[in-house]
């Protein structure tokens, strides 16, 4: 069997309401994301696993969602496929949380297929998270992007040209000065690899708590990017950005109809909410929902702190 066969193939059967293309593309960080693509339908998602290197694709039809995984890793991805695919995604309690404020509510219900993936996986989201610290989000794809081609290593599977994403061990190794091309300075480059070196230990943690314990022990990591890895990593509902420099006046202005709000605000008005605090700032995201601007147009997602 070549690597352009799938290894392992599974079929998932999402509700009817379930909304593939909202739900995985988080995992994507552009349309143009060298390791994770949405193609003709079709997602394509570029890892490493404990047994090597997989591709996993999954390419929904006639009420079922197929899953194939290509490489050695093809079994771990493709028994993970319904979790990366938003399915395990548990929204218990939420609709009467959102009950109890009306925008909420009607997001709720116009997005009740959207889900939250979940990769069990952490270092790749650090790389994407760290490289956002303080930057506007083409700034950020650019240093990522860069990056992930700089180490360039092919993913298995037909879908060309998708990468993985850079192993751990090599970044932890690979001196500061090389991501300065990137437009990352020193102390980007030197969190990043210092939450390489301590990847594997991040791999291990049992849950979204022990994560941001340890994540935030790292120096240059805070709640901002603990939040944005365990979103991910876990599929954590209650993982709020703190620190962003959009989400607070999102918020607010959603939720109290005030134009400016700050993370002790964010916190207050999202505090009815817990156990979905971040379930409630993706609805927000998605159905677009902005605070009035004041003064030059700022890039969304900018700024945010570490």
């Known amino acids: 069997m ?11 059967r999402p509700p009817a309401d379930y909304r593939f293309t909202a739900s995985v593309r988080p995992l994507t960080f552009s349309p143009y994301d060298p390791c994770a693509r949405i193609a003709a339908g079709t997602f394509w998602w570029a890892t490493r696993t404990p047994a090597g290197p997989a591709t996993l694709a999954l390419r929904p039809g006639q009420g ?4 194939e995984g290509h490489g050695p890793g093809a079994d771990w991805v493709v028994e993970r496929a319904d979790a990366v695919a ?10 009467e949380l959102a009950a109890a404020h009306p925008v909420v509510a009607e997001l709720a219900a116009r997005h009740r297929g959207l889900r939250m993936p979940a990769t069990g ?26 990056t992930v081609r700089h180490f360039a290593e092919p993913a298995p599977g037909p879908f060309q040209p998708l990468l993985l994403p850079p192993d751990a061990a090599t970044v932890a190794a690979t001196p500061y000065w090389v991501f300065h091309p990137f437009g990352v300075e020193q102390r ?14 991040l791999e291990r943690c049992v849950d979204s708590a022990e994560a941001t314990r340890r994540l935030t022990a790292i120096p240059g990591i805070g709640p901002w990017t603990a939040a944005e890895v365990v979103r991910i990593g876990y599929g954590d509902p209650d993982a709020v950005s703190v620190g962003d420099y959009h989400v607070p ?32 700032c993706l ?8 605070a009035p601007r004041f003064g030059p147009r700022m890039p969304i997602r900018s700024f945010a702190r570490f």
């Open 86 to 95: 938003g399915l395990r995604d548990d929204l218990t309690g939420f609709a």
């Open 64 to 67: 079922e969602l197929v899953a």
């Open 283 to 290: 609805l927000l995201a998605v159905a677009g929902i902005q």
């Open 249 to 280: 006046n999102t918020v607010a202005w959603a939720l109290a109809g005030e134009a400016r709000g700050d993370d002790a605000r964010m916190l207050d008005l999202l505090a009815p909410f817990r156990g979905h605090r971040g379930r409630v």
């Open 121 to 146: 996986q952490l270092f790749p989201r650090v790389l994407r998270a760290v490289f956002e610290q303080k930057v506007t989000g083409t700034e950020a794809y650019r240093a990522y992007a860069a």
């Open 188 to 201: 980007r480059a030197d969190t990043l690899r210092r939450a390489a070196v301590l990847a594997d230990r």
């Open 2 to 12: 070549t690597w352009d066969e799938p290894a392992a193939r599974r079929v998932l």
